[in-house]
């Protein structure tokens, strides 16, 4: 049997996805996750507990584990496991992305050197470290520029500044973010160091896709109609087609190549964001790991090379789901039989409106109820006390639809989003006597 390695969270919402495709696939899932080695199995999954942290003695188990289970593939769910599935997709002698380059998709100032390198388009960069007063950066600075950490996603800590103080301002901001429990708890090694670029002007798109030996094979190419201009970057909406000319998504699949090339990223699903403007197509950031969350529901995928595959589920082709378009990659099965459904597709990244305590959620059933709305999940938990970007890290929920153009998708996602009504406390201010 097949076994494939997943290392994730232990709150990674694809989990469940992956598992349901690796039944019908008939292939065995090994799970590697960050807890306390203490617990045992509390949750009886037979998962190896690793620390992402701690890359040595979690290799070592996930090679112990290996000897009683051969693995013929690996995966990487989220961020923060990259580097370590790197490593283990090393160790146990099975395609994967380079150690050196899954760290390098990880850090962006580290990225934005081999771009660089690479003569791929950059803005202008250079890091700011802990104690650094950043007043003094003045003279190195022109405006309008983004501030950002160096090692979160999501565009958490990312703050575009038009002037010194709201540099100085977004420096203290991010710093302030960075010193978090949560955010220090992740322990990368680049939790103190910030990043200042240039803006860059123009629209925003996501490429979403697998590299075999390096060479890249696109899955799809997302638009995000919203715009991503500051002083926050909450991305909301995704739809795919993209709507960018041929020639346009044509650059986009170019740069992420050179971009993957550059990193030297080799066997494995890659997420990239660009920028689309004036200057042509800048790649912000590859990463080594698939679209996250609840995200890659919007992906379903059917067989172009077998007119009857879909023939004993009854009329109209089966659809699969991105993870297992993910799971046949990892097994070393050629994929090149499936394309994205030609139907437009999106989901809604519901935005969280203000601070505070979520009190109670409606009209999650209206928003199902209207035409071309494949679900509506909220995520968000009652009691849950809610921040909005750039402090936040989560989102509210999420609202996927389809639709016959990506026109109609965003419309219709936009008529789920009024039906929904969150009630928020204000958060409330302690005042010392």
């Not at 994730?8 to 919402?13: A, H, L, N, V």
């Not at 790197?86 to 390098?104: Q, S, T």
């Not at 879909?310 to 990892?330: D, F, Q």
């Amino acid at each position: 049997m097949t076994r494939i390695l997943i290392l994730s969270t232990t709150t990674g919402y694809q989990l469940r996805s992956f598992g349901d495709a690796a039944a019908r696939l008939g292939i065995e899932l090994i799970f590697a996750t960050d807890r306390c080695h203490r617990l045992g199995n509390p949750w009886r999954d037979g998962a190896v507990p690793v620390r992402f942290h701690e890359e040595a003695a979690s290799l070592a188990a996930i090679v112990e584990a290996a000897k009683l289970a051969p693995i013929d593939g690996v995966i990487a769910v989220g961020d923060r496991p990259v580097v370590l599935a790197a490593h283990a997709a090393r160790a146990l002698g099975v395609p994967g992305h380079p150690p050196a380059a899954a760290a390098a998709s990880a850090n962006k100032k580290r990225a934005r050197q081999l771009f660089t390198e690479a003569g791929m388009n950059v803005p202008w960069f250079f890091e700011v470290h802990a104690g650094e007063e950043p007043a003094a950066l003045g003279s190195r600075a022109s405006y309008p520029l983004v501030v950002k950490p160096l090692g979160l996603s999501g565009s958490r800590g990312v703050i575009r500044a038009d002037s010194l103080d709201q540099l100085v301002a977004a420096i203290a901001r991010v710093r302030a973010l960075l010193a978090r429990p949560d955010v220090r708890a992740n322990r990368s090694g680049i939790d103190e160091t910030v990043l200042v670029e240039g803006f860059i002007e123009g629209s925003e798109v996501a490429l979403e896709g697998v590299l075999t030996r390096g060479a890249l094979r696109t899955l799809a190419i997302f638009d995000k109609p919203e715009p991503l201009d500051g002083p926050f970057f909450e991305e909301t909406i995704y739809v795919t087609p993209s709507g960018l000319g041929a020639g346009v998504q044509q650059a986009v699949r170019d740069e992420v190549q050179r971009g993957a090339a550059a990193l030297g990223l080799r066997d494995g699903p890659v997420h990239a964001e660009c920028r689309v403007g004036p200057a042509g197509v800048s790649v912000l950031e590859i990463a080594a790991r698939p679209i996250g969350g609840l995200c890659s529901r919007v992906l379903q995928f059917m067989r172009t090379d077998d007119a009857d595959a879909g023939a004993e589920h009854g009329p109209g082709p089966t659809l699969v789901p991105l993870e297992e378009i993910l799971l046949r990659h990892a097994a070393g099965q050629n994929i090149s039989g499936f394309a994205r459904e030609p139907e437009a597709a999106g989901v809604m990244m519901i935005p969280i409106p203000q601070r505070g305590m979520l009190k109670r959620v409606e009209g999650v059933d209206a928003a199902r109820d209207i035409d071309g709305i494949d679900d509506v999940r909220i995520t968000a938990k009652i009691g849950q006390t809610l921040e909005r970007l750039p402090e936040a890290g989560s989102y509210l929920g999420f609202i996927f639809a389809h639709a016959p153009t990506a026109t109609d998708v965003i419309a219709t996602l936009k008529r789920a989003q009024m039906e929904l009504t969150f009630t928020i406390d204000a958060p409330i201010t302690l005042v010392k006597a």
